[in-house]
């Protein structure tokens, strides 16, 4: 069964801590991505990977930076956490144009 | 920039009606539209997808439709349950690579 597994649920960092996010797929695809979801705006889009070691900035990249050192896992790193970054990380994965696949969700409050 | 539009927002009917739920988008150069279903606090779970060169798709209950010229999208799902109580979102897709544009989606409740 198809699987993209977030691991961490829930987390609660003090600002100005960095912060790792980590996505890891089963599916072998080649494309990964962070989206971020708010109340009233929806998901947007941080960063995305077409590769191993390939990023592509999204629409809200600004405060961010991913890594993608094997193709199964990428990670989202907030490298000084700040309370406008308290929100729920939405990591996805696809194989070309094909179904995407989405994990449960990161819930980062950031205090 | 692409922007995608969802209304209403919540939308609450008693089971067994069929209702429809809306999209629309400011760029008709879409490769593809998707539409999506969202439990609460959980992650997305694709419903369907239409390719830009599509009508319509369909999956059991539910029907997407595209009309890429006026720019909107139609989720129709057919004698409502309680479990379709979920938040339903659509997507465009500019690129062919799934890079989304998302709208902020209807949350539906199915009233027994």
């Known amino acids: 069964d198809v699987k993209v597994t977030q691991s961490s649920r829930y987390l609660v960092k003090r600002t100005g801590e960095k912060v790792f996010l980590e996505c890891v797929q089963d599916?072998?695809?080649?494309?990964m991505f962070w989206y971020r979801q708010d109340p009233g705006l929806g998901l947007r889009l941080i960063y995305f990977?077409?590769?191993?070691?390939?990023?592509e900035k999204g629409d809200i990249p600004e405060g961010y930076s991913v890594s993608r050192e094997k193709k199964e896992r990428f990670s989202l790193i907030l490298e000084s956490a700040s309370t406008n970054q308290t929100s729920m990380y939405l990591c996805?994965?696809?194989?070309?144009?094909?179904?995407?696949?989405f994990g449960e969700g990161s819930w980062l409050t950031v205090v | 920039k692409q922007e995608v539009t969802q209304i209403p927002a919540a939308l609450s009917v008693p089971e067994g009606e069929n209702l429809v739920l809306n999209c629309s988008f400011t760029?008709?150069?879409?490769?593809?539209l998707q539409w999506f279903r969202q439990d609460p606090g959980k992650g997305l779970t694709s419903l369907l997808l239409?390719?830009?060169?599509?009508r319509e798709q369909t999956s059991g209950r539910l029907n997407a439709s595209l009309d890429k010229s006026s720019g909107r999208s139609t989720l129709y799902i057919a004698a409502s349950q309680p479990g379709d109580s979920a938040t339903y979102l659509c997507?465009?897709?500019?690129?062919?690579?799934?890079?989304?544009?998302f709208g902020t989606g209807t949350r539906l409740t199915v009233i027994p």
């Open positions: 996805a994965s696809s194989e070309g144009v094909n179904t995407i696949y």
């Open positions: 599916m072998d695809h080649e494309n």
């Open positions: 990977s077409y590769d191993v070691k390939m990023k």
């Open positions: 760029d008709s150069a879409i490769y593809n």
């Open positions: 239409i390719q830009s060169s599509q």
């Open positions: 997507a465009a897709d500019q690129t062919g690579a799934n890079n989304l544009f």
